[in-house]
């Protein structure tokens, strides 16, 4: 027997501005539920944490568009993203916020210790001014043209034409986003910089070490990251809207009172706050899943994120916990994501391009996302979403090959066996072939899923449910019917039993469909975990698992086919085609 394992899952927090895109989905949440549902099937102990990222211009800029004030706008939106992802099964187990008291403090206390241990400085620097506003303007509220491609309405952070990253300052012609006005100065004022130039050999030499369990993709942005030379960066910001600046009692610190810290800072402190509320609220123990004096070095902590996230959860996060000296888990497992494509182009939650979730909801159950999200996972590279691509994986994988095996089966025993799972006759060759292949496909599809191979790991469950539709044909207890009803009735039952294991492994990918499954066949909750005993004998006991003479009631339809007619009205709606 192994042992079971503490498991803290992450997934990169979604940013408050809007109801997410199936690209940001697949690229963080999803997969990250996935896994934990795998995990706790195999009689782990999960902890599954998220939150929205709700700091930063973005959330004050569109509450300013709203009409409303940010912490009402990110009130709504958090809802948004609540139900959204309940629509879709996500199974946090806690989904906080980084605007959050317990984020503010744990916050202010690694500023107060990084700043003790000589990482945090007060820095004089230029920033842009609004004479008439009365106020900074950091980032996104100030716009000009871009220095290097003379785009007109470039932000202070960023070049939208041509992917720049900025310094507010660089902007030719600035103007005010909140006003317009054009009565511009640069003045000085202090900020708070992390001196990540100091943690350059620390991280390095963490890299090396908890590298080996990262994808390349990750070690080679973080080496990137690390080849070009950690840079001190202001951890503070000129707003409003954000974690105040204290000091070490707590009290505003002098000459910041109008400043916050910076999004980037305080939103992935927001795993361990959110850990926090979930031990408030549950009786949890938080300290067993961060604290590696309270039990966290005998965690395994994964993180999901896409491809974007990877810089600040290799570099920047780890500076923050490996310089405040304390006994902070770090990551161990990491599992970055490439882009799921819209049609040529990017999501985009700004442009609105793509299918969002709620909108994904109000066409489909949200197994059919997860199961081609999940097989088309962008992991070796990007993944082009395609409404034929889903309208295939929804027809053969599900409908198909899942939902037709599941059907025949239990309508069978309904109409020949009188609704009771059949105990007469002895196993065959047919049997002993599907033992085999069970044999080798069950210990396959555990190490696609512990290596966090989401596409194998969905192949592999499909390349099950279409070895069970093979075993049919072999056994074919139809025919047998006709002339020696036990013989047919062992087939039926190993039938009943393999849609059960089918159910059972199909949960972590399309949890709804698994369970009605397993209801359909009388399956009680504590014989829906992932079977154990790999050994012929306990295969072969897999395939004779249920009772004899249990009620079977067939399911409704599983899964309903996608017409043609469907993926046309849909591209016309969603501009599927059209490359703008
Ligand atoms: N098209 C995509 N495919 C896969 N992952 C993505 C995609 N777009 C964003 N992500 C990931 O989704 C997670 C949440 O993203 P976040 O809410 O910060 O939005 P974002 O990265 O600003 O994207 P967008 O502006 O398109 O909504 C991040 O880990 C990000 O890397
Ligand atoms: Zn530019």
């Known amino acids: 027997m192994t042992k079971a394992r503490r498991i803290l899952v992450t997934s990169a927090l979604p940013y408050i501005n809007g109801v997410k895109h199936l690209g940001n989905l697949a690229g963080s949440m999803l997969p990250a539920d996935v896994y934990s549902r795998m995990m706790r099937l195999m009689g782990h102990e999960v902890t599954y944490i998220c939150a929205t990222d709700e700091h930063g211009t973005p959330a004050e800029l569109a509450a300013q568009a709203a009409g409303i004030s940010v912490q009402e706008y990110c009130d709504e939106q958090y809802e948004i993203q609540r139900k959204a992802g309940e629509g879709f099964n996500l199974a946090f187990d806690w989904f906080g916020r980084t605007s959050r008291a317990a984020n503010r403090e744990a916050t202010q206390h690694f500023a107060q210790a990084l700043e003790a241990n000589g990482l945090i400085e007060e820095r004089t620097s230029k920033q842009v001014y609004s004479v008439d506003d009365g106020r900074f303007l950091p980032d996104r509220y100030v716009e000009g043209t871009c220095p290097t491609c003379g785009f007109e309405k470039a932000r202070g952070d960023q070049c939208d034409n041509c992917g720049r990253l900025l310094d507010p300052v660089d902007l030719i012609d600035p103007y005010s986003s909140v006003s317009g006005s054009k009565n511009i100065e640069i003045r000085e004022t202090n900020h708070l910089y992390l001196l990540q130039a100091k943690m350059q050999d620390r991280i390095r030499e963490w890299v090396n070490s908890k590298g080996k369990n990262w994808p390349n993709l990750a070690v080679s942005i973080a080496n990137k990251w690390l080849d070009e030379g950690l840079i001190d960066r202001a951890i503070t910001r000129d707003l409003s809207w954000g974690i105040d600046v204290t000091d070490a009692n707590g009290n505003p610190r002098p000459g910041f009172e109008d400043k ?36 966290a070095d005998e965690t395994e902590y994964v993180q999901f994120m896409g491809k974007d996230n990877v810089a600040f959860h290799t570099v920047s996060f780890p500076v923050t916990m490996l310089g405040s000296n304390e006994p902070w ?25 793509g299918v969002f979730m709620d909108q994904a909801l109000s066409l489909l159950p949200a197994d059919y996302w997860r199961w081609y999200l999940i097989a088309n996972a962008p992991e070796g590279s990007d993944a082009a979403f395609t409404w034929e691509g889903f309208q295939s994986a929804v027809n053969s994988d599900l409908a198909n090959v899942l939902g037709n095996f599941v059907n025949r089966i239990t309508k069978y025993t309904a109409s020949k066996f009188d609704g009771q799972l059949p105990g007469a006759g002895t196993p065959g060759d047919a049997e002993a072939w599907m033992v085999a292949e069970l044999k080798e496909r069950l210990p396959r599809l555990v190490e696609y899923y512990e290596a966090m191979e989401f596409r194998k790991a969905a192949a592999e469950t499909r390349a099950i449910w279409a070895a069970g539709n093979e075993y049919l044909t072999k056994a074919e207890p139809w025919v047998k019917y006709k002339t020696d009803v036990d013989a047919a009735a062992v087939g039926v039952r190993t039938g009943l039993n393999l849609a059960a294991l089918f159910g059972i492994i199909a949960q972590p990918i399309i949890p709804n469909a698994a369970a009605k499954i397993l209801d359909a066949l009388g399956i009680p909750e504590e014989h829906r975990n992932m079977p154990k005993d790999m050994s012929d004998a306990g295969i072969a006991a897999l395939l004779d698992a249920l009772p004899h003479g249990a009620p079977i009631t067939p399911p409704d339809v599983l899964f309903q086919k996608i017409e043609d007619s469907q993926v046309e009205e849909w591209t016309e709606q969603f501009g599927g085609g059209d490359q703008a």
């Open 260 to 295: 916050v810290f910076y999004v980037w800072f305080d939103a992935p402190i927001g795993y361990i706050s959110s850990t926090q509320e979930w031990a408030e609220a549950t009786g949890g123990d938080w300290e067993a899943l961060w604290r590696t004096d309270k039990g």
């Open 329 to 353: 888990k770090t990551v161990d497992k990491l599992k970055a994501f490439n882009w799921v494509t819209w049609y040529g182009g990017k999501f985009s939650t700004s442009n609105k391009r």
